[in-house]
């Protein structure tokens, strides 16, 4: 999920076409956007090879990737974190995904099928 070509296979479900530009380390932005440059910009919190990610959106992406942090779409989405926990077990991986708002404090957790 964390190669580009992986990523792709996996974001596909939800976003088709969809990529990523960045670097997973702790600090770094990553953006996360379709062909147009539409998306949205993330910090990476924690990182933790194999074993989780967590990740604060900072800003949402308009066509051509410009950062847009003030509309009311991007205030609704600043502040999101998913967090990803990934779990071997025997020849497959679980994987559970936290999304949480902190202006909402609610937490929104699912638990997604093996990844092979």
């Known amino acids: 999920m964390l190669q580009p070509g992986t990523y792709k296979e996996w974001a596909n479900a ?6 990523y530009e960045g670097k997973w380390a702790e600090g770094e932005n990553v953006r996360f956007i ?24 900072i800003a949402i992406l308009n066509r051509g990737g410009i950062e ?6 991007a205030k609704g989405w600043i502040g999101i974190t998913e967090s ?3 779990k071997e077990k025997d020849d497959t991986t679980d994987l ?5 708002k902190t202006r909402i404090g609610k937490r929104c957790s699912m638990m997604a099928g093996p990844m092979h």
């Open 84 to 86: 990803y926990t990934f």
């Open 68 to 73: 847009d942090r003030e509309s009311d779409v």
């Open 96 to 100: 559970k995904v936290e999304i949480y």
């Open 34 to 57: 379709s062909e147009d440059g539409s998306g949205t910009l993330a910090t990476i919190e924690s990182y933790k090879p194999h074993n989780y990610i967590s990740a604060k959106h």
């Open 14 to 19: 939800s976003w088709p076409d969809s990529f």
